[in-house]
C-alpha cells in the first residue's frame, strides 16, 4: 500500500501468504502480512512458493517455502513468518549493506543493494542465482560472480532464469537457457 504495508492472497500451500498453513488453505481476500506490520515495505516480489519485502531500511525478509534455501537465512525450512535474508559475506550486513530491489522465481531469489551490486540465493540448479556454482542450493544471499563491471538498475527474474540491466541498456541473463 502507500503507507508500506504489503498485503497478500491467493494459495498458502507453504506459508507464503505470511500466516500459517491449514489444510486447502488459500486466502480469497487481501489481508496485511502480520509479521511485517509496523514495518515500512517498498518492494515486494512473488516466487514460486515464497514472498519477498525490501524494507525503507533496505532489509530483505523472505517468507513460504524455504526447502531449497529460498528464504536466504542459512536454512531450509519453510516459514510463515518472515524472515530476514542473511549474507554469505561480512561485506554483507544490515549495518552495511542496503537493499532496493528484489526479484523472484520459481526457487531462486535475487536482490540488488544501494551500490549495484546483485546477490543471490536458493534453488541454483541451471545457475540462475548467478553465483558461479549451478547444481547446488544457495542458502544465505551471495554476491553475484563475475558481475559485469557496470551496476544493475533493474532485475527481473524467469522460472530458472534471471535477468539484470545496467543504467546503459546492457542485459545480462544467467540460469537455463531451454527456450533460447
Known amino acids: 500500500t502507500t503507507a508500506g504495508e504489503v498485503l497478500t492472497w491467493g494459495t498458502n500451500s507453504a506459508g507464503q501468504c505470511g500466516i500459517p498453513v491449514q489444510s486447502h488453505s488459500a486466502l480469497l481476500e487481501p489481508i496485511p502480512v502480520a509479521g511485517l506490520l509496523g514495518i515500512r515495505v517498498v518492494a515486494v516480489a512473488a516466487g514460486g512458493g515464497h514472498s519477498l519485502a525490501v524494507t525503507d531500511t533496505g532489509r530483505v525478509y523472505a517468507w513460504g517455502l524455504g526447502k531449497r534455501g529460498q528464504l536466504g537465512n542459512g536454512g531450509d525450512q519453510d516459514s510463515h513468518v518472515p524472515v530476514q535474508v542473511e549474507c554469505e559475506?561480512?561485506?554483507?550486513?544490515?549495518?552495511?549493506t542496503m537493499f532496493t530491489a528484489v526479484a523472484a522465481g520459481i526457487g531462486h531469489s535475487i536482490a540488488v543493494d544501494a551500490?549495484?551490486?546483485a546477490w543471490g540465493w536458493g534453488w541454483n540448479r541451471h545457475g540462475e542465482c548467478g553465483v558461479g556454482f549451478a547444481g547446488r542450493c544457495v542458502y544465505k544471499a551471495t554476491r553475484l560472480a563475475g558481475q559485469c563491471e557496470e551496476p544493475v538498475a533493474h532485475v527481473a527474474c524467469g522460472g530458472v532464469h534471471t535477468l539484470l540491466c545496467t543504467p546503459r541498456g546492457t542485459v545480462w541473463a544467467m540460469g537455463s537457457g531451454s527456450c533460447g
Open 89 to 96: 559475506t561480512e561485506s554483507c550486513d544490515s549495518q552495511c
Open 115 to 117: 551500490q549495484g551490486n
